[in-house]
């Protein structure tokens, strides 16, 4: 192994008979120097490494192209080329972090990459990634926070192609995406494979692997067409351009929705500038992009899917959060801070009534993080979260402590695990009594089945108008008590629900 990163197979006689240069696989090394003829191929996957449908190849006619599929057919297929032919020769990775191409006689005629890019100090990779992007990263070869240097792989230089979205527009194939769904440029110029409402993801680990319908499709039955169990949703500025099956003019929006909801086939339509296309399974090139305006695609959906059934619809209206059974793909993406309304409220483990009673006036959250810091811990640690409602249940008990150490055990006889749990559950039926100072295996199993359980239960679900209601009417008596300790981190014993 070079100190260039290229991997070496020599005989006894130091003879050269394989090395990794001259056979990549999806990502190129500074020094690196691709011939006419070569390939390189994109992962499957982010977490499969096996071939992927993306690859670049710089043709033995000397012109370097992307391209949307492992065996291209059609020209549709090149979503990316550099307009070399009868030109281009090499491809090369120089030590100053250029990508660029040049003819025989080694003139550069055409730079892949045209930033800049830090050398000195760093490590360098490009990547064609899963997605058929381009991507130069680079690496501090010291990774010492202090010096202000970035910390991991970085990226530079704009992808290519910057926005593959609107790059692919196969004649033969899915497009970007999968079947199905549609392709979305991220802030970070990543693109972002999602599917349309009634649709659902093929592989829930491959965003790109297309969508399938999660319902029964029209019936063709000229009897029964249930047009009245169907609906459409609008989505602007969306189009599948390579499925149309049907085009009529100079049509009005309330025309196209009914042609297509009349027509089993039809399980989008396109309408636009007074034209109205109509398009089947599967969907192909989707995207949605600003490039689109004017445009509104008409997802058909059963009623339900679109309007939502009675029981969705109350329990919307009374504001009980809810998770669907299929996450987003952008969720993967998202942080703790763009989902947990602020600012933070905290309690640790032993808190004074003082402080909760404000919290719980002055906020509605839902649930709050319970934390134990130096010099109340040896080290930060979380007990878990602790919900309002059982922070009211023990307001309303007074489970108080008279000092701040968790030593008055009698002060919580009064609590029992039935006071936070829903008849009818498991660990109702245990009847156990919150214990303070369990030490032994049971906790930890308990406290899983806790976290598994209470997540997703909506018994931990209020109503949050009317305790903050009833907070507000037996506050009073908690008033002469704040001088007293309120001990939440009985809360982590597992007979209560946390997280």
């Known amino acids: ?25 999806d990502t190129i090394l500074p020094t690196q120097r691709l011939d006419l003829g070569t390939k390189v191929n994109a992962r499957y996957s982010k977490m499969n490494c096996s071939a992927g449908r993306f690859h670049f190849m710089l043709g033995d006619d000397g012109n370097l192209a992307f391209y949307a599929t492992s065996n291209p057919y059609d020209a549709s297929d090149t979503y990316w080329r550099s307009n070399t032919v009868g030109s281009g020769f090499q491809l090369i990775f120089n030590q100053s ?42 690496h501090p070869k010291t990774t010492n926070s202090s010096s202000g240097q970035l910390i991991g792989w970085s990226r530079v230089s704009a992808p290519v192609p910057q926005n593959l979205c609107m790059s692919i527009a196969q004649q033969i194939g899915s497009g970007a995406c999968g079947f199905n769904s549609y392709c979305t440029l991220g802030d970070d110029l990543r693109p972002r494979c999602q599917c349309p409402p009634g649709y659902t993801l093929l592989d829930s680990t491959n965003e790109m692997n297309g969508c399938i319908q999660d319902f029964a499709p029209q019936n063709c039955n000229g009897s029964r067409r249930e047009t ?52 089947k399974i599967p969907l192909s090139n989707g995207r949605k992009d600003s490039s689109e305006a004017g445009t509104k695609a008409l997802i058909k959906t059963v009623a339900d899917a679109f309007n939502g059934n009675i029981y969705d619809l109350i329990r919307k ?27 933070l409220q905290l309690f640790h483990g032993i808190e004074k009534v003082a402080n909760v009673v ?7 959250h839902n649930g709050f993080p319970v934390i134990d810091e130096p010099p109340h811990s040896e080290s930060p640690f979380l007990y878990g979260l602790i ?19 968790p030593t008055d055990i009698d002060a919580f006889e009064q609590i029992s695990a039935e006071d936070f749990m829903k008849r009818g559950s498991v660990e109702h039926c ?5 214990v303070i100072y369990l030490q032994d295996e049971c906790i930890n199993r308990k406290f899983w089945l806790a976290l598994s359980r209470w997540c997703g239960n909506t018994s931990a679900v209020t109503d949050m108008p009317k305790l903050q209601r009833t907070l507000d009417s037996k506050i009073k008596d908690v008033q002469k008590t704040v001088d007293s300790y309120l001990l939440c981190s009985i809360l982590y014993t597992g007979t209560l629900p946390l997280l």
Request: neutral net charge; charged residues 25%.
């Open 97 to 138: 972090g250029q990508v660029y191409l040049t003819a025989r006689n080694g003139t550069v005629i055409n730079r892949i990459t045209t930033e800049p890019v830090p050398s000195s100090g760093y490590y360098q990779r490009a990547i064609l990634e899963y997605d058929g992007v381009f991507r130069q990263y680079i």
């Open 317 to 343: 209206a009374k504001g009980f959060p809810y998770l669907e059974t299929h996450a987003e793909p952008y969720m993967r993406q998202l942080t703790v801070g763009e989902v947990v309304s602020g600012p």
């Open 387 to 405: 919900i309002r409602a059982h922070l009211m249940e023990l307001l309303k008990k007074k489970a108080f402590l008279s000092d701040p150490v």
């Open 358 to 364: 404000p919290v719980l006036r002055t906020t509605r």
């Open 430 to 434: 245990r009847k156990r009594r919150v």
């Open 228 to 279: 009245d169990q169907f609906d459409l949703c609008e989505m602007p500025n969306t189009n599948w351009p390579e499925s149309d099956y049907e085009r009529s003019t100079a049509q009005t929006e309330d025309w196209c929705r009914e042609a297509c909801l009349a027509d089993c086939f039809c399980a989008v339509a396109i309408f636009g500038d007074g034209i109205c296309w109509k398009k």
């Open 1 to 25: 192994m070079l100190d260039t990163g290229n991997f070496i197979l020599s005989s006894a006689s130091h003879v050269k008979l394989w090395d990794s240069f001259s056979q990549p696989t």
